[in-house]
């Protein structure tokens, strides 16, 4: 499988589909992507499963693996009737795929944790994330039926330029 780029129609702020989607086994041996979605190319594994019925009714247990360093991918999580649930995290080196998406400068590594669950009108959420010398924690509430949300932010850096348009001194 490769995968250059985003399809030139690609919308993510059009909402609704009448795709569903149901894979209880997924398995990718290679999964290849182009410079020009994810900043450099690079081959992955891919394994897990994938359920997707709306924007309201979705879950995903998914593993990407970078095949040519040690970087991983993980999410374990559902979204149903406004409620986010589960963990995700990430682990990689200078330039991986998440820093590619993201249009990010060469930073150094990036680690990320999150995790969400809880009642619909106050669903927690909590992350950790390192990005080369930045150091950032948050937590909070987020309502998603009421588009509403509430979170703790800290960060530490020194002056940095994440990407072309968003740098501190």
């Known amino acids: 499988v490769a995968v250059a780029r985003l399809p030139s129609s690609y919308n993510a702020d059009e909402g609704g589909s009448s795709i569903a989607i149901d894979v209880r086994a997924l398995h990718v041996a290679r999964l290849e992507t182009?410079?020009?979605?994810?900043?450099?190319?690079?081959?992955?594994?891919?394994?897990?499963?994938?359920?997707?019925?709306?924007?309201?009714d979705a879950a995903a247990a998914l593993t990407v693996t970078r095949l040519d360093v040690p970087d991983t991918y993980r999410l374990d999580g559902t979204l149903k009737d406004g409620v986010i649930?589960?963990?995700?995290?990430?682990?990689?080196?200078?330039?991986?795929?998440?820093?590619?998406?993201?249009?990010?400068?060469?930073?150094?590594?990036?680690?990320?944790?999150?995790?969400?669950?809880?009642?619909r009108t106050a669903n927690t959420v909590a992350f950790t994330l390192k990005a080369g010398a930045l150091d950032a924690?948050?937590?909070?509430?987020i309502d998603l039926p009421g588009a509403a949300a509430d979170i703790d932010f800290s960060a530490t850096a020194p002056a940095m330029a994440l990407r072309p348009d968003l740098s501190w001194a």
């Not at 994810?38 to 891919?46: E, H, I, K, N, V």
Request: hydrophobic share 40%; no cysteine; charged share 10%.
């Open 137 to 141: 924690t948050g937590k909070g509430t």
């Open 85 to 119: 649930s589960g963990t995700a995290s990430v682990r990689e080196g200078t330039q991986g795929l998440a820093a590619g998406l993201l249009g990010l400068n060469a930073v150094g590594a990036i680690s990320l944790d999150a995790v969400a669950g809880g009642p």
């Open 34 to 56: 182009g410079a020009a979605l994810s900043g450099r190319p690079g081959a992955f594994t891919l394994q897990g499963t994938l359920h997707y019925a709306s924007t309201d």
